[in-house]
């Protein structure tokens, strides 16, 4: 049943690959999921683009495991050499736009979840959802999905982590800091210039080392990535407007950080963009870490944002691909992962169920 199940998800993966599916875009490979769903007898439901099921003996005095991953691209970037719409297998690799991110990810939960769909006397219920809108973090996405399905209790978010165990996730703050000064032509004396006035909060910004460090994600990232300022050669501007993107370990809240920089950082203002995509974490004594442990998975702490940010529960990245392929040119994912990521996946789910 896995062999075959396994032949189906890579059917699957190839006509999402060759289908257009950018965020808040996602209509056509959201059908394909719901066709595939209807293949196998699953009884499933649809909530804009997100394609989202229950197992059949689904009890509510049981905990709820979740299942997600998504179905939305980000768009090709201009160094493809292949067609980014075309499944295009060679030296087993399948490529095409989204095959490792995270479409490799997202097919192997869905034939996971057909494995277990009609298992009886499960020590968890699970939900999965195929999800849209996680490249651009939109409020369409899974986020929306919570107060509709059942209370999860823990998560498998699959994204590309070679089917190791990312038992934690940074979290982002992104924010928008002006540093400000007295406009004025440039012909004419000014000691408050907008510009200068920024190189303090630049080497401030370049400097500052949070506090509490983390052993699964090391240390808070702050990086400046944007800076913007003036108009014309002969006008010094009145303010300067920065970006600082923020990586958050688990040993802090998104508002804790915002405090700590509102109130420290020396800048005029500093406005958080959003404070709800937060650093995520499982326990390592949880059965799932475990479980993936005794099977010869390693663990570690994830740089990079996915669904989990949106999740209040304990929560897992597993998946197969590789992060480092995501977003890049000639995008693949080796058959070979996907075969072995369904196999890993059920056995993982044995040894908990």
């Known amino acids: 049943m896995i062999e075959q199940l396994t032949q189906d998800a890579i059917a699957l993966l190839k006509k999402l690959i060759e289908t257009q599916s950018f965020s808040s875009e996602e209509e056509q490979t959201a059908g394909h999921i719901e066709a595939w769903f209807t293949n196998h007898n699953i009884d499933y439901n649809r909530t804009k683009n997100n394609i989202w099921a229950l197992n059949k003996h689904f009890d509510e005095s049981k905990p709820t495991l979740l299942l997600n991953s998504h179905h939305d691209t980000v768009k ?66 899974l986020n929306s999905m919570l107060p509709i399905i059942p209370k999860v209790d823990v998560a498998i978010v699959g994204e590309p982590t070679l089917m190791n165990l990312a038992v934690a996730e940074k979290g982002l703050v992104v924010f928008d800091a002006v540093v400000e000064g007295t406009p004025s032509h440039a012909a004419h004396p000014n000691d408050d210039n907008a510009l200068y006035n920024s190189i303090e909060a630049l080497q401030w910004f370049k400097d500052y080392k949070f506090e509490k460090s983390s052993e699964a994600l090391g240390d808070v990232k702050l990086t400046v990535t944007q800076i913007n300022a003036g108009a014309q050669h002969n006008v010094v501007p009145g303010h300067v407007d920065m970006v600082v993107d923020v990586r958050v370990n688990d040993a802090y809240s998104n508002a804790e950080i915002a405090e700590i920089l509102q109130s420290q950082a020396p800048v005029t203002r500093i406005i958080p963009r959003s404070l709800r995509l937060n650093s995520s974490c499982i326990p390592m004594d949880h059965d799932l870490v475990k479980a993936g442990i005794a099977m010869g998975r390693t663990t570690y702490g994830s740089p990079t944002l996915s669904d989990q940010a949106v999740l209040s529960c304990s929560s897992l990245k597993l998946g197969p691909g590789d992060s480092t392929r995501s977003h890049s040119a000639d995008e693949f994912i080796y058959i070979s992962e996907i075969e072995e990521g369904v196999k890993i996946y059920v056995e993982l789910l044995e040894r908990v169920m």
């Open 76 to 141: 090709p970037n201009s160094a493809y050499t292949k067609d980014p719409f075309k499944a295009i297998v060679e030296d087993g690799k399948l490529y095409g736009l989204g095959s490792n991110d995270a479409g490799g990810c997202l097919v192997s939960l869905m034939a996971t979840f057909v494995y277990f769909y009609n298992h009886e006397n499960l020590k968890y219920n699970l939900v999965i959802v195929a999800s849209a809108e996680e490249e651009s973090s939109g409020p369409n996405g």
